[in-house]
């Protein structure tokens, strides 16, 4: 057969099977139909360098996808041309000897769609890139030969090929049309250059996305940020307010800048993936993303801000990992000034961090220095995360937002609106914590032990893969401009100085709110967390193995038809699977029992499946409260359910980030009416009248372990209430309120409950105070004291109904302390201040 060859083509077989020893390339898209190729016009590939490897590569790969070949004849209409392909650096080195200018192939086709009106050519970009992938590199020799943005030579692509050509990624743009840009009339010269320039652009692109923008020294960095007018503005404030030289002040910007910005490198990217392979390898089972296509499909043209949630340092770690594997450039990430020690700062600094202070109190030059770098590093394309809660949340339920960073970010964007600035959200989950057992002991009261991410780590060679799979999904993507459409329409045409208006902490605040319910909107339902909404509602955390999976399916039918957002993901293990997972990790035990298995889960255990029972409780919050107010028995029209509902609902959307306003609550509170009544939790009597099933029956079992899985949040509530009314208005200070109800939860807990930590929890009374004040239900006298009237009396009187007889006297039996034992608490917390 090889003498039909010619001698070219014979050639082009020799290489490309050498060259397939061992080159392994990963294609994008994996379906070659999404680039909806019209196969009746001429197809012509654009590769950016001029190299031979990458044409023989992208050769081979469009034969295997069954695509038109760039070494093959193209032809259509008037259009007939040796080659399929050309490269737009020609004057780059490679092969054969480089040239400078235009690509002639380009022109010819251009000057023949002129001539031709029936005529289209279709121009596909291919990016290639080598050394994206390295999960199988051995040295950092290899590191170093990796695709940066320094040109490189025939030599250099050489040892690139050879050290690299198993981590190969091949990305087919989607075809530009020669037709469309002709039809402008701009005349052959000037189709030309914008081609060109349109192609220039998407390569930049796509290599942005791979390996992050062409961004110069550490240095120059500095010298750009020391040279910005606001900086020098803060330099010659801090020289006169601290009576300082000018000299001075400009050194401690220099170091500020120093201590702030990040020293980007690629090569550490790729010594630290290889690393995070291993540590995911021994760690977990797997780790399953959804919807990381939008990602790719966001990052052109826009400017990416993620905020994860965060509950656990594996979260710095993860998002960045991804990321990268997948093709996506790793984030800046902003990293507590902490984490700057030595050794570990220089290396996080390479791997894209960049550090911030606690506070920037009292140092109005480090506050603008810091400005302008983030400013700089969005201006520039580079995305950027960081954690809206703060810190990681000890409780599994999200923690109220931090808006410093939004501030400084959406200052940022108002300087410069050019690029659209855009915020992901990201829900991360996991089936079993590494911090756990810290994180239990925190809330029981103990000192705060010093963790970090390196500590954790130091002790993953004793640990393999006992922490099941981790879980990601990305939320629904917020548009900073629409935000600040909602709330200022006007906002393009003003100016912010020193005092910044009430629209723009409004437009922070939104924001902020919009991003938390955006993360609990994507939230993953893994098996450990069905098991923790169903164990943690039974009475000794023990259930009889059939109903556990009854149970289980209930919960998924809720979250699947519950309309709380089409980004929510549950597991499709069905409720056996489900339960076999839980007993894998050791988070449940199966007892015997000739007359049925009973599933169960130590107090210890219990203690931390409340977490993953928080990271998804707002899922099934507002179907809880409905089973709650018909548990006791009572008749309700659809109205008074309405009514009960929205009594308590803006404490809970306050805690649990929930995503409907109070006043248009009313269709969402229906669809669950609906919904527990197609389920046989409620019977339909007629008129809009709604009872429970008659007790002793499976239904009504189901409908009251429902019930339960929020009995803990409304117990607080109505303790919280209590004591209020107990005290009296005018009686207490927010700060003394909220160390009574935490030291009360306590003894509740003690006398009647598991004793889980996260029951008294003090950052979840400090919110509540907060959104009763918010709500109007209390107010402040001059002397700071809480003062309330009948309002707050009738939100009591309400979370009392809710609540089971029982609960309600256990709660009234534990605050109705006397007055000394008030008093001296109340005395203790003055003297300790907590």
Same mark, same amino acid.
């Given at each position: ?49 001029? &190299?031979?490897?990458?044409?023989? /590569?992208? !050769?081979?790969?469009?034969?295997? $996808? *069954?695509?038109? +070949?760039? =070494? ?99 990305? &087919?743009?989607?075809?530009?049309? /020669?037709? !469309?840009?002709?039809?402008?009339? $701009? *005349?052959?010269? +000037?189709? =030309? ?117 965060? +509950? ?157 799979k981790v879980y990601v999904n990305f939320g629904e993507p917020i548009l900073l401009s629409n935000v600040l459409d909602s709330v200022h329409e006007n906002w393009r045409g003003e ?177 669950v009416i609906d919904t527990l009544a197609e389920m046989g939790l409620l019977r339909h009597r007629g008129e809009g009248v709604y009872v429970a099933p008659p007790l002793l029956t ?137």
């Amino acid at each position: 057969m090889l003498k039909f060859l010619g001698l070219e083509q014979l050639f082009s077989l020799l290489f490309r099977r050498l060259l397939y020893v061992w080159v392994r390339p990963k294609v994008l898209p994996l379906d070659p139909a999404s680039l909806e190729l019209d196969l009746s016009q001429p197809v012509c590939y654009v590769l950016h360098q001029r &190299f031979l490897s990458n044409l023989l /590569v992208l !050769e081979t790969e469009t034969q295997r $996808l *069954g695509l038109p +070949r760039p =070494l093959s004849a193209m032809s259509g209409g008037s259009v007939f041309e040796k080659r399929s392909f050309f490269f737009l650096n020609r004057g780059e080195g490679g092969w054969p000897r480089p040239r400078p200018g235009y690509s002639p192939r380009l022109s010819r086709l251009i000057g023949k769609v002129e001539r031709d009106p029936a005529l289209d050519v279709q121009i596909v970009p291919v990016t290639i890139l080598w050394g994206r992938a390295p999960d199988k590199q051995d040295s950092i020799f290899k590191l170093l030969f990796a695709d940066g943005w320094a040109n490189t030579g025939r030599l250099s692509q050489f040892f690139t090929v050879l050290l690299h050509g198993r981590q190969a990624m091949i990305k &087919f743009g989607r075809p530009v049309s /020669v037709r !469309e840009m002709v039809d402008e009339k $701009l *005349g052959p010269a +000037r189709t =030309l250059r914008k081609a060109g320039r349109l192609l220039r652009v998407h390569f930049r692109r796509q290599r942005e996305q791979a390996i992050g923008p062409d961004l110069s020294h550490r240095r120059t960095q500095v010298d750009l940020i020391l040279n910005a007018p606001d900086v020098r503005q803060a330099i010659l404030d801090e020289s006169a307010t601290k009576q300082i030289s000018l000299e001075r002040a400009q050194a401690n910007a220099h170091k500020f800048a120093m201590e702030i910005a990040a020293d980007y490198s690629h090569s550490t990217i790729r010594i630290f993936d290889r690393f995070l392979n291993w540590l995911w390898n021994r760690l977990y089972d797997g780790v399953e993303i959804s919807r990381l296509d939008e990602v790719a499909a966001l990052a052109h043209g826009h400017e990416i801000v993620y905020v994860p949630s965060h +509950r656990s340092h594996i979260d710095y770690l993860l998002m960045s990992y991804l990321l990268y594997r997948n093709g996506l450039l790793p984030p800046h990430i902003a990293a507590g000034a902490n984490l700057n020690l030595p050794v570990v700062g220089p290396f996080l600094r390479r791997s894209g961090a960049f550090f911030l202070r606690r506070s920037f109190k009292g140092e109005p030059l480090y506050a603008a220095v810091f400005n302008e770098y983030l400013h700089m590093m969005i201006s520039r394309g580079f995305p950027i995360e960081y954690f809206i809660e703060g810190g990681r949340s000890r409780t599994g339920r999200l923690l109220p937002p931090k808006a410093g960073m939004l501030a400084m970010t959406t200052m940022s964007y108002l300087r410069d609106t050019r690029r659209p600035l855009l915020f992901l959200p990201v829900y991360i989950g996991y089936e079993k914590l590494m911090e756990g057992g810290s994180y239990v002991a925190e809330l029981s009261g103990r000192p705060k032990r010093k963790e970090s991410l390196f500590g954790l780590l130091a002790t993953v060679r004793q640990i393999k893969k006992t922490f099941g799979k981790v879980y990601v999904n990305f939320g629904e993507p917020i548009l900073l401009s629409n935000v600040l459409d909602s709330v200022h329409e006007n906002w393009r045409g003003e100016t912010i100085g020193e005092q910044r208006p009430k629209w723009f902490t409004d437009s922070v605040d939104t924001l902020a709110n919009r991003i938390v319910t955006h993360i609990n909107g994507a939230a993953v339902v893994n098996p450990i967390n069905l098991l923790a909404l169903v164990l943690l509602s039974t009475p000794k955390h023990s259930i009889d193995a059939s109903r556990l999976a009854q149970q289980i399916r209930l919960f998924q039918k809720l979250i699947d038809g519950g309309g709380y957002s089409q980004r929510v993901e549950r597991t499709a293990h069905a409720p056996d699977a489900v339960i076999a997972h839980g007993e894998a990790l050791r988070l449940i035990e199966r007892v015997k029992h000739p007359l049925g298995d009973v599933l169960r889960t130590s107090s210890d255990q219990a203690i931390l499946l409340a977490y993953f029972r928080n990271n998804v409780l707002h899922l099934v919050a507002l179907p809880a409260i409905v089973a709650c107010l018909f548990v006791s028995g009572e008749k309700l029209s659809q109205q008074e359910v309405i009514a009960g509902v929205r009594t308590i609902y803006p404490f809970l959307r306050s805690e649990l980030f929930l995503p409907w306003a109070t006043d248009g609550l009313e269709p969402t509170v229906l669809h669950v009416i609906d919904t527990l009544a197609e389920m046989g939790l409620l019977r339909h009597r007629g008129e809009g009248v709604y009872v429970a099933p008659p007790l002793l029956t499976p239904e009504y079992s189901q409908l009251d372990l429902l019930g339960q899985t929020l009995r803990h949040t409304l117990e607080r509530y109505f303790m919280a209430i209590s004591v209020l009314i107990q005290q009296g208005s005018s009686t207490l200070e927010p700060r003394k309120l909220e160390a009574l109800c935490h030291l009360l939860a306590q003894r509740l807990s003690l006398l009647f409950e598991s004793g889980s930590p996260d029951f008294f929890d003090k950052t979840v009374f400090r919110n509540f105070i907060d959104t009763l004040r918010e709500s109007g239900m209390v107010t402040l006298d001059e002397a700071g004291k809480i003062c309330f009237g009948e309002q707050l009396t009738h939100a009591g009187n309400q979370a009392q109904r809710i609540l089971p007889a029982e609960v309600r006297q256990a709660v009234l039996d534990t605050t109705g302390l006397d007055e000394a034992a008030v008093a001296a608490a109340l005395a203790e917390i003055d003297k300790t201040g907590r």
